[in-house]
């Protein structure tokens, strides 16, 4: 069982910069690749990054690409997603998830574990 536990979320202007922590529980963080997805209200939940399970490799939905940053600490069981230049668009919610490979997807179904969900709001 894994146990995801996000963090960082609020209510920014555009522009801003904000940063989410997903805390993992567990022992097998270190082998897991994970993803950022997030849900706007009355939309489908999206990918938003991703990142290997050794942190080698990223991927990122393209509209995200250039002002996001997903990075992980294996060591403190935590992944990040670093959010530049926010837009109201990216207003969502915000979930963590690991999968049960190493390997990147970008599909919600590839993963297995949530978190709850932080609220992200940007105004304009």
């Known amino acids: 069982q894994v146990q995801l536990v996000e963090s960082g979320g609020g209510l920014v202007q555009a522009g801003d910069s904000l940063r989410l922590s997903c805390a993992a529980s567990?022992?097998?963080?270190?082998?897991?690749?994970m993803g950022w997805f997030r849900q706007a209200p009355g939309k489908e939940r999206d990918f938003a990054a991703g990142?290997?399970?050794?942190?080698?490799?990223?991927s990122y939905a393209e509209s995200v690409k250039g002002r996001f940053t997903i990075s992980r600490d294996n060591a403190k069981n935590t992944v990040y997603l670093q959010m530049s230049s926010l837009k109201p668009e990216d207003t969502a919610v915000y979930y963590c998830?690991?999968?049960?490979?190493?390997?990147?997807?970008?599909?919600?179904?590839?993963?297995?574990?949530w978190g709850q969900g932080t609220q992200v709001t940007v105004s304009s």
């Open positions: 998830a690991a999968r049960p490979m190493s390997t990147v997807r970008t599909t919600a179904a590839e993963y297995g574990y």
């Open positions: 567990g022992r097998t963080f270190s082998s897991r690749a």
């Open positions: 990142i290997s399970a050794d942190g080698a490799i990223t």
